[in-house]
């Protein structure tokens, strides 16, 4: 699929989740079904996805984590995908760098980082260490440079 200036535009107006199809239609100068088009067939390619964001710093008795995997195996797709089927996993991050893997985990009071390690990631062989990082703060990040 040809990713142009308008699917650019378009997925660049889906940043602000509440914005309507009339509206960026409106802003870029085309029709509301050309919009519709677009993104319907950004979401079938697989090129957008379009999800809520929760804000973890607002849910009383939550937090996040960032997790560094370092692995024996150098199969790092498939062990990303065992990864991202634990509980609390947001998502797996396949890098490079000093760990292999990057997950960002979503914890609250009842199902803590220790229990996150013991119970979920002993579950998956070939790890050689990991690190825990605690998000105080976080920002969402928006790919402005790209678009």
């Keep these: 699929m040809k990713i142009d200036k308008v699917n650019l535009e378009i997925i660049k107006h889906l940043q602000d989740g509440r914005k309507s199809f009339n509206q960026i239609a409106e802003e870029l ?3 509301e079904n050309t919009v519709r088009a677009r993104v319907n067939r950004l979401l079938e390619e ?3 996805e379009i999800t809520g964001l929760v804000d973890p ?9 960032i997790v ?15 990864f991202s089927k634990l509980k609390g996993v947001v998502s797996v991050c396949v890098v490079t760098g000093r760990y292999d893997l990057l997950l960002t985990v979503f914890l609250k009071d009842d199902f803590t980082l220790l229990e ?15 690190e825990t990082f605690v ?13």
């Design 46 to 48: 697989g090129v957008l």
């Design 29 to 31: 100068s085309v029709t």
């Design 135 to 147: 998000v105080y703060k976080g920002y969402n990040i928006r790919m402005p440079y790209i678009i």
């Design 68 to 82: 560094g995997i370092k692995l024996k195996s150098m199969d790092l797709v498939e062990k990303g995908e065992q």
């Design 57 to 65: 710093e607002k849910l009383p008795g939550h937090s996040t984590v």
């Design 116 to 130: 996150f390690y013991t119970q979920e990631v002993s579950r998956i062989p070939e790890v050689i260490s990991a």
